[in-house]
């Protein structure tokens, strides 16, 4: 079986855990073994979400519960998930790599005394084994690797995996584990979820990415790109270090090495050069633009298409002509 | 409050990666080593909480010998000892390895200490488990990705970033914390502080020392593979008036890319 930790927000699961989903039904037909959905909960929301899930085609999901479990905590649900690891005997676990992931996944690899291929992007079948690909040095080198102790625990990185079709049929109950969680076992927890007043789309989980570099001179003008962004569906607006470390843009919106790594259907970088530190970060885009008045700029040897101009006259205009298109 | 941040030696953000083939590693010759940006800020979080509150602020690194220079970094920068925990292998990309040696050394060497910081993840494995695997090693809770941090009394409250939001996190100390770009404006070190830090002993720890044998840090991670990534191939450019490259391009997005 190939588990898959099932991240619910608000009582809703997140895309990037069916994508994560979707891939444990691919390599598990491929192992001819099943993918499962563990939900981990403290009541009506990972119950909610369970229904959602089912119909996404896991063979089974299981509900893991514990009152405790109802704020996220890294130490109840890593016990939650060792717990059903100890019993169902999974041969891998995957996970999302969103923010809960990334605490989570490596707490329970510990506990359970095994490695963990971090943030994958791509997962292979070689000899019975799954083989994961995962970008280091923020994606200027890719590596390969094994896992030697069962369950294999991998993070998904979010946008890569494409999400496969709900399933036809009857969905699968979910089956319920009590958790264990003594008194004083959780020492830390969330209290409190503060929103971001935009309720953005935050840049890893976006389908396009609209990045101001240093050419945006000033931060008032990143209401252009927000004003492209709001064109798509689900875009976000990114930024290089620079206009970072300038002080035009919150540094949760930094693309590149010491920032965020994306990958997004559209990447535009606009009045961005293009340093080694930021390609590292937005490379693996399915397709990148770029809009820079510098015809020598880096950006432009890994741009699908670019615009030489000056990017207050361009941007605007491309605006226009992408909502046409759009509506 | 009795600190312990743990710090890696990694090439600089601007560093061209090549590879080596026959042994599966990056080539390090050419390459400018530093302490990983995101530990830079944890060091700073350390002396910033030791200036408020008292206390001492000490700074470890599991690696070879090369990683003392940035041990000397962060004396220079405030800290009162610099431990290396010395570690011949080569990168083995396995954060439980490296989790479990620090976790032994908080025991064997750090025992007592109220906060261990590290940065989110090192720059260049780009891994970000060791800090949770060291918090569950030692039954500790943890927050990660933190952009503020509080300490009062025998507790702490963090903000750490995820999609969209902030979470606040609760946690009782002893703690786990690691820290995000953002938490803070990191020091230069002072003429000063330098000449101090050239001066000091930097004790070695032996994994030995620790009661860690070659059996106990099997590796869990098999490489079978490390190569650069396909080059992108620079795509088509459009010049001239900014209405009609605008149409184009929204053209050519739709048409042949069909991202739109």
């Given at each position: 079986?190939?588990?898959?930790?099932i991240?619910?927000?608000?009582?809703?699961?997140?895309?990037?855990?069916?994508?994560?989903?979707?891939?444990?039904?691919?390599?598990?037909?491929?192992?001819?073994?099943?993918?499962?959905?563990?939900?981990?909960?403290?009541?009506?929301?990972?119950?909610?979400?369970?229904?959602?899930?089912?119909?996404?085609?896991?063979?089974?999901?299981?509900?893991?519960?514990?009152?405790?479990?109802?704020?996220?905590?890294?130490?109840?649900?890593?016990?939650?998930?060792?717990d059903?690891?100890?019993?169902?005997?999974?041969?891998?676990?995957?996970?999302?790599?969103?923010?809960?992931?990334?605490?989570?996944?490596?707490?329970?690899?510990?506990?359970?005394?095994?490695?963990?291929?971090?943030?994958?992007?791509?997962?292979?079948?070689?000899?019975?084994?799954?083989?994961?690909?995962?970008?280091i040095?923020?994606?200027k080198?890719?590596?390969?690797?094994?896992?030697?102790?069962?369950?294999?625990?991998?993070?998904?990185?979010?946008?890569?995996?494409?999400?496969?079709?709900?399933?036809?049929?009857?969905?699968?109950?979910?089956?319920?584990?009590?958790?264990?969680?003594?008194?004083?076992?959780?020492?830390?927890?969330?209290?409190?979820?503060?929103?971001?007043?935009?309720?953005?789309?935050?840049?890893?989980?976006?389908?396009?990415?609209?990045?101001?570099?240093?050419?945006?001179?000033?931060?008032?003008?990143?209401?252009?790109?927000?004003?492209?962004?709001?064109?798509?569906?689900r875009?976000?607006?990114g930024?290089?270090?620079?206009?970072?470390?300038?002080?035009?843009?919150?540094?949760?919106?930094?693309v590149?090495?010491?920032?965020?790594?994306?990958?997004?259907?559209?990447?535009?970088?606009?009045?961005?050069?293009?340093?080694?530190?930021?390609?590292?970060?937005?490379?693996?885009?399915?397709?990148?633009?770029?809009?820079?008045?510098?015809?020598?700029?880096?950006?432009?040897?890994?741009?699908?298409?670019?615009?030489?101009?000056?990017l207050?006259?361009?941007?605007?205009?491309?605006?226009?002509?992408?909502?046409?298109?759009?509506? | 409050?009795?600190?312990?941040?743990?710090?890696?030696?990694?090439?600089?953000?601007?560093?061209?990666?090549?590879?080596?083939?026959?042994?599966?590693?990056?080539?390090?010759?050419?390459?400018?080593?530093?302490?990983?940006?995101?530990?830079?800020?944890?060091?700073?979080?350390?002396?910033?909480?030791?200036?408020?509150?008292?206390?001492?602020?000490?700074?470890?690194?599991?690696?070879?010998?090369?990683?003392?220079?940035?041990?000397?970094?962060?004396?220079?920068?405030?800290?009162?000892?610099?431990v290396?925990?010395?570690?011949?292998?080569?990168?083995?990309?396995?954060?439980?390895?490296?989790?479990?040696?620090?976790?032994?050394?908080?025991?064997?060497?750090?025992?007592?200490?109220?906060?261990?910081?590290?940065?989110?993840?090192?720059?260049?494995?780009?891994?970000?488990?060791?800090?949770?695997?060291?918090?569950?090693?030692?039954?500790?809770?943890?927050?990660?990705?933190?952009?503020?941090?509080?300490?009062?009394?025998?507790?702490?409250?963090?903000l750490?970033?995820?999609?969209?939001?902030?979470e606040?996190?609760?946690?009782?100390?002893?703690?786990?914390?690691?820290?995000?770009?953002?938490?803070?404006?990191?020091?230069?070190?002072?003429?000063?502080?330098?000449?101090?830090?050239?001066?000091?002993?930097?004790?070695?720890?032996?994994?030995?020392?620790?009661?860690?044998?070659a059996?106990?840090?099997?590796?869990?991670?098999?490489?079978?593979?490390?190569?650069?990534?396909?080059?992108?191939?620079?795509?088509?450019?459009?010049?001239?008036?900014?209405?009609?490259?605008?149409?184009?391009?929204?053209?050519?997005?739709?048409?042949?890319?069909?991202?739109?």
């Amino acid at each position: 079986m190939i588990a898959v930790f099932i991240e619910t927000r608000d009582g809703k699961t997140k895309k990037s855990s069916l994508e994560a989903l979707s891939e444990a039904r691919r390599r598990a037909e491929e192992l001819g073994i099943e993918a499962a959905a563990l939900l981990v909960g403290g009541g009506t929301g990972a119950s909610a979400a369970a229904v959602d899930v089912a119909s996404f085609g896991p063979a089974r999901v299981h509900l893991l519960e514990n009152a405790a479990l109802a704020d996220y905590s890294a130490q109840g649900y890593a016990k939650a998930v060792a717990d059903f690891v100890a019993v169902a005997h999974p041969s891998a676990l995957f996970f999302a790599a969103t923010a809960m992931g990334k605490d989570l996944a490596p707490r329970v690899a510990a506990r359970l005394g095994v490695g963990l291929a971090s943030d994958c992007t791509r997962v292979a079948v070689r000899d019975g084994k799954l083989e994961f690909t995962r970008p280091i040095y923020a994606g200027k080198a890719l590596l390969s690797l094994t896992l030697a102790s069962t369950p294999q625990v991998a993070t998904l990185r979010p946008n890569v995996f494409p999400l496969g079709p709900a399933a036809p049929g009857p969905a699968p109950e979910a089956a319920r584990m009590a958790v264990e969680i003594p008194d004083g076992f959780v020492k830390g927890r969330v209290a409190e979820v503060l929103k971001e007043a935009s309720a953005e789309v935050d840049v890893t989980e976006a389908d396009v990415v609209v990045s101001g570099g240093r050419g945006m001179k000033g931060p008032e003008n990143f209401a252009l790109l927000r004003e492209l962004a709001a064109v798509f569906p689900r875009a976000a607006v990114g930024a290089s270090r620079s206009a970072v470390d300038s002080g035009w843009i919150g540094h949760q919106h930094q693309v590149g090495q010491t920032g965020k790594t994306v990958s997004p259907n559209l990447y535009l970088a606009v009045g961005i050069s293009g340093a080694i530190q930021h390609l590292a970060g937005m490379s693996s885009s399915k397709c990148i633009v770029a809009v820079n008045k510098d015809p020598e700029a880096p950006i432009f040897k890994v741009a699908d298409y670019g615009i030489v101009g000056d990017l207050f006259e361009v941007i605007p205009k491309l605006k226009d002509e992408l909502k046409k298109m759009i509506e | 409050m009795n600190i312990v941040v743990f710090v890696k030696r990694v090439p600089d953000t601007e560093s061209r990666i090549r590879i080596q083939h026959e042994t599966r590693s990056v080539a390090e010759d050419g390459l400018n080593f530093v302490a990983s940006p995101y530990d830079e800020f944890a060091v700073e979080e350390a002396l910033r909480l030791k200036e408020s509150k008292g206390g001492v602020v000490r700074v470890a690194s599991v690696g070879r010998d090369e990683a003392v220079p940035v041990l000397r970094k962060c004396l220079a920068m405030g800290a009162d000892e610099a431990v290396l925990i010395k570690d011949e292998a080569p990168e083995s990309y396995d954060g439980l390895r490296t989790a479990r040696i620090i976790a032994r050394a908080v025991e064997r060497r750090f025992a007592g200490a109220d906060l261990l910081l590290f940065g989110k993840q090192a720059v260049g494995t780009d891994n970000g488990q060791v800090p949770s695997m060291v918090a569950e090693l030692l039954g500790l809770p943890q927050a990660n990705v933190v952009t503020k941090l509080e300490i009062e009394g025998g507790a702490g409250t963090a903000l750490r970033e995820v999609e969209g939001g902030t979470e606040k996190v609760v946690f009782s100390l002893p703690a786990v914390v690691s820290a995000q770009k953002g938490l803070n404006e990191p020091r230069y070190e002072t003429l000063k502080g330098i000449m101090a830090a050239k001066k000091k002993d930097i004790p070695v720890v032996r994994l030995e020392d620790l009661g860690l044998a070659a059996g106990d840090l099997t590796p869990e991670v098999v490489v079978t593979g490390l190569d650069v990534p396909p080059q992108r191939q620079a795509g088509k450019v459009l010049r001239g008036d900014a209405a009609e490259t605008a149409r184009e391009l929204a053209a050519l997005l739709h048409a042949e890319a069909k991202v739109i």
